[in-house]
């Protein structure tokens, strides 16, 4: 890639967290490209790579998760749609030739590509033996723009009107309550 060119990517290591929101400049520093004007630093190329995930609070508002994989860099909210489980520590597999990471909680598989939930559908249930097929349940996990400028990686919110099943999870009340849940001393045996 040259020093000029400007790589936008749709949406392992333990995670690496961070609670900043830092805006990006609507100018890249190194050249005169310019950004969306939303779009937010999420950190050096090479840090997400090393770290294949990084988990950050953008515009103040929407927790994200960035992803690198196979390649590709990805973002999304970081709660998953169905129960707000931690996305940043599920895995990724593959489901029907669709890259999915999979909630640690409740095992639902969520696309990387388009953020659909899936699920294991029978044809006939009278059938022996049972045929599976995955099916899609549709959007359920709001997926963010990902650019990449001279090795530096900013998201782009998804700020489309059309509420998505995983934007529950991205109230400063859930947050406050994650965060509380999280910090209680764990009783001693």
């Known amino acids: 890639m040259s020093s000029k060119e400007v790589t936008s990517l749709t ?5 690496l967290s961070s609670s900043s929101s830092l805006s990006s400049p609507s100018l890249s520093s190194s050249s005169s490209i310019l950004l969306p004007p939303a779009s937010h630093f999420i950190g050096k190329k090479e840090d997400i790579v090393k770290a294949g995930r990084v988990s950050k609070l953008v515009n103040g508002c929407r927790d994200v998760l960035v992803l690198f994989h196979q390649g590709q860099l990805h973002a999304m909210d970081t709660r998953c ?14 489901f029907n030739g669709q890259l999915c990471i999979v909630c640690p909680w409740h095992k639902y598989k969520i696309t990387l590509a388009e953020g659909e939930g899936l699920y294991q559908a029978v044809e006939d249930p009278t059938a022996k033996p049972l045929r599976t097929h995955w099916r899609s349940k549709g959007v359920k996990q709001r997926i963010h723009k990902v650019t990449e400028v001279n090795g530096e990686v900013y998201v782009t919110l998804n700020d489309s009107i059309e509420a998505i099943e995983s934007d529950v999870y991205q109230t400063e009340t859930y947050r406050s309550v994650s965060l509380k849940a999280q910090s209680k001393p764990k009783p001693r045996k």
Do not use: F, K, R, V
Request: aromatic share 10%; no cysteine; proline share 11%.
């Open 11 to 15: 949406s392992s290591s333990p995670p």
């Open 81 to 94: 749609y169905h129960s707000g489980g931690a996305l940043q520590y599920g895995d990724i597999e593959e």
